[in-house]
């Protein structure tokens, strides 16, 4: 029984340790912020905007003038000038995240890339609901093996329950 | 010869018996006759909508029919202590199955040809152009649903739950029926020719043979405890 | 004993297939969550197939075991083997539901929709009902023998039935609507082919310790049956 719970220990640590790189890779990579704090905060360093293409405000520059719009989640906006190259996909009410910086002196969102919305509690949920059963599906089975060698030892063969 | 008279007899008797007292078929009718009653009072008889759900709920009613008179194949032989009977005939085990499957085919058929014409009653439906595809469709289905009731009847007759059991090992392994039954007799009654459904018939008799021939063969190890 | 000698063997092997099993799963994981960049058309949404895609392979390994050990016991009428197919029975519902979970969640970020009649999805569901009715029926079947041959049946037909239920279906969608959703329409590249290939293999090998655990534990509880008198024939065991 010892060994059992030996070796779930590290197998929970290893996995503790995996899981704990995800979500460190999450907060790096994934992780983006709304128009609330972005207005409220003011951060300096490239930060993901996520938001909402407010309805009418995309407003396509001529040449030379770079694409605007208005983000806006939660009811507050922030302004955004797009720079870069795909503009194909942008639509109003199409809910987008875009990678740039917050200059705060002319408030806007200077944005030069765009990436899908990460949905990622649908992928915690989805590891969260098959990896958790299997786990404690595995943990009871072999617990239960190790219970059952240990009651056969005891249980003399020649004795009639009583 | 000794096969095929062992099938016959089966087939007959059960035949006979069901003629003497209608207990079984009289209860398939019925309770097909509700599920009919019932649909024509849930839904509203718009004759557009009315023709798409058409042949779901002429093949709902027919499931029915099969879960109801189908769980009781072996029934007799269980109460009246003959199964151990049927380990004693010198044949495959597999004629005792097609005896029954043979019986049990004639007993939905005959439901089958009863409840039609309430169908067009009901619905105001126009079948009777549609006769012979509507024929060959439903003896196809029956078939199979025929074959894998009595299968599964043999497994379960034993088993106290067996109202229960019985439609839960039935519906999974036959939606491949309904789903060919129900295509084919959409097409049946929207007038389209044949070859535009015959790929639909063919499935459901690819079912048939694949399922009576292994049905057969795997009886063997039903009766043989 | 044959069944004896066949318990100590899976005692000494199981311990390896095991561990090669959580390290393939660590390094899939670890792959799949960490190092590996999202994909161009899915997003991060794809990282959910690193779980799912290995839990439907592994649903449709662990039903054609079942089918293989109910062939055998109808062969040759061992207790273990029957042991092994209830075990079979009951990871194969396992992950044919947790295949079915990860898909639903996959399914609604990508097409917005938890559940579609794709012949893919609708074959799956009925082996779920399948397999349901397989541990329904040998729970209602008191006798043990007559249980195991009556299921070991009724898996047999269950394994006829699925690919002819997926082509019928298939058959439908194809005239209903030209089937354009497809759960790997895009080609892979290299980068996600690692965390797919570790996850799958892994959860494979996986599959076969908790096979091994499994007929394990149900040898032994009949065992302990056996010696503390409750079975009325002990043929089985010394």
Redesign the interface.
């Known amino acids: 029984m010892k060994g059992l719970y030996l070796r779930w220990g590290v ?1 929970m640590m ?2 503790a340790v ?1 899981g704990f ?2 979500i460190s ?1 999450y907060n790096r990579d ?1 992780r983006t912020i709304s128009p609330r704090v972005l207005l409220s905060e003011s951060p300096s360093a490239e930060k993901r905007l996520m938001g909402m293409i407010d309805a009418g405000s995309l407003k396509r520059g001529s040449d030379g003038v770079p694409f605007r719009f208005s983000l806006s989640s939660e009811g507050v906006k922030a302004s955004v000038i797009f720079l870069g190259d795909d503009t194909e996909s942008l639509r109003d009410l199409k809910t987008i995240v875009v990678v740039g910086r917050w200059k705060a002196e002319k408030g806007v969102f200077e944005a030069a890339e765009i ?6 509690n ?2 915690t ?3 969260v ?3 958790i ?2 786990i404690l ?2 943990f009871s ?2 617990r ?2 190790a219970l ?2 240990v ?2 030892k005891e ?1 003399k ?1 020649y004795q ?2 009583v | 010869m000794h096969f095929f008279s062992v099938v016959k007899w089966i087939a007959w008797k059960d035949l006979l018996s069901e003629y003497r007292n209608r207990e079984n078929i009289s209860s398939m009718f019925f309770f097909a006759l509700n599920v009919i009653l019932i649909f024509s009072f849930s839904f509203s008889l718009d004759p557009e909508t009315l023709k798409e759900i058409m042949p779901g709920i002429i093949w709902v009613a027919f499931g029915f029919t099969a879960i109801i008179g189908l769980g009781k194949s072996f029934l007799i032989e269980v109460n009246n202590d003959c199964m151990e009977y049927f380990q004693c005939l010198p044949v495959p085990k597999g004629a005792i199955y097609l005896g029954k499957f043979l019986g049990n085919l004639l007993f939905m058929l005959t439901v089958e040809i009863v409840l039609f014409p309430l169908f067009v009653l009901f619905f105001n439906l126009t079948l009777l152009d549609q006769f012979l595809p509507l024929l060959l469709i439903s003896a196809v289905a029956t078939i199979g649903l025929s074959a894998l009731g009595t299968l599964f009847s043999a497994l379960t007759v034993q088993i106290r739950a067996r109202e229960v059991m019985f439609p839960i090992l039935l519906l999974p392994l036959s939606v491949p029926i309904f789903i060919g039954a129900v295509e084919a007799t959409r097409g049946a009654l929207s007038g389209a020719p044949l070859s535009s459904y015959q790929h639909w018939i063919e499935l459901l008799g690819v079912f048939d043979v694949i399922f009576v021939v292994v049905s057969f063969w795997i009886f063997e190890f039903i009766l043989d405890y | 004993m044959v069944a004896t000698r066949f318990i100590g063997w899976l005692r000494r092997f199981e311990k390896w297939f095991g561990f090669v099993a959580a390290i393939l799963i660590a390094a899939g994981l670890y792959t799949g969550l960490v190092t590996s960049s999202p994909d161009y058309y899915q997003g991060e949404v794809v990282r959910i197939m690193y779980v799912h895609v290995p839990f439907v392979q592994t649903a449709m390994l662990s039903y054609f075991t079942l089918f293989v050990c109910s062939i055998w016991y109808l062969w040759k009428r061992e207790s273990v083997v029957d042991n092994a197919c209830h075990a079979a029975a009951g990871l194969s519902l396992f992950f044919t539901a947790g295949g079915l979970l990860t898909g639903s969640i996959w399914g609604k970020p990508t097409w917005n929709a938890w559940w579609v009649w794709d012949p893919r999805l609708t074959s799956f569901a009925i082996l779920f009902l399948t397999l349901v009715g397989y541990l329904m029926l040998r729970t209602f079947l008191e006798d043990k023998e007559k249980g195991a041959t009556f299921c070991a049946i009724l898996a047999i037909i269950g394994f006829i039935d699925l690919p002819i239920i997926h082509f019928s279906v298939e058959w439908w969608r194809s005239l209903h609507q030209p089937s354009s959703i497809s759960t790997r329409g895009i080609s892979i590249a290299p980068d996600m082919m690692v965390p797919f290939t570790l996850m799958g293999v892994g959860v494979s090998i996986l599959f076969a310790y908790m096979l091994m655990v499994r007929t394990q534990m149900l040898y032994l509880q009949h065992l302990l049956e056996a010696k503390q008198g409750r079975l009325l024939s002990e043929g089985q065991f010394e």
Do not use: G
């Open positions: 197998l290893v996995f995996i790189l995800a890779r994934v990436r899908l919305t990460p949905n990622y649908f992928v949920s989805a590891y609901f098959s990896l059963p299997l599906l595995i089975m072999e239960r093996v059952l060698y009651m056969i249980e063969v009639a329950a």
